[in-house]
T-cell receptor, first 114, second 113 residues
């Protein structure tokens, strides 16, 4: 029940296209859903996060869509750029509880072709 | 601003050897975490600490021990390394009253032969 399932495992998108990564969770107590971006040789870094009081959050070209009833959330990258090529992880947690720990999805390796 | 620093960055061990990974953070964060990253498995929590002198098990704690004797340091130990522990290890920290963001180090690549 603690799992977060992420798909696809890898994604190739043309420059200017839309990248979509999906995640699903089981634990209904989760109420904090961040996305992390990781470049080769680096640690993950927070990209954008959402709490379930809203169904969508947008920051620049990055948007999280959240469906509480389906227990799913997704990351949309609009106008994808080669610099967006990285590994993306979704995660889930209990906000300000649970020791702050995150349960991560399996990761998606995104490649944006020029 | 060092942030989260992990040492060593690379290490090769033989099966049965022991070693300790050191994580140091200079942000005065209460919470610290050790994750391992394996292809297709994402990041899995090994152990974590909610404050100096406290530790707790995560998703995959077997074969590892941890200590948090000082607030700024979180040590991950392997008493008898196994090839299954070949992985990239990440340390992270977060503040007690933060936004939920975890701040990660750059990782330690461990190979067990």
């Amino acid at each position: 029940q603690q799992q977060v399932k992420q798909s696809p495992q890898s994604l190739i998108v043309q420059k200017g296209g839309i990248s979509i990564i999906n995640c699903a969770y089981e634990n209904t107590a989760f109420d904090y859903f961040p996305w992390y971006q990781q470049f080769p040789g680096k640690g993950p870094a927070l990209l954008i996060a959402i709490r379930p009081d809203v169904s969508e959050k947008k920051e620049g070209r990055f948007t999280i869509s959240f469906n509480k009833s389906a227990k799913q959330f997704s990351l949309h990258i609009m106008d994808s750029q080669p610099g967006d090529s990285a590994t993306y992880f979704c995660a889930a947690s209990i906000y300000r509880g649970w020791g702050g720990k995150l349960i991560f999805g399996q990761g998606t390796e995104l490649s944006v072709k020029p | 601003n060092a942030g989260v620093t992990q040492t060593p960055k690379f290490r090769v061990l033989k099966t049965g050897q022991s070693m300790t990974l050191l994580c140091a953070q200079d942000m005065n964060h209460e919470y610290m975490y050790w994750y391992r990253q394996d292809p297709g498995m994402g990041l899995r929590l090994i152990h974590y600490s909610v404050g100096e002198g406290t530790t707790a098990k995560g998703e995959v704690p077997d074969g590892y021990n941890v200590s948090r004797l000082k607030k700024q340091n979180f040590l991950l130990g392997l008493e008898s390394a196994a090839p299954s522990q070949t992985s990239v290890y990440f340390c992270a920290s977060s503040p007690l009253q933060g936004t939920g963001e975890l701040f990660f180090g750059e990782g330690s690549r461990l190979t067990v032969l």
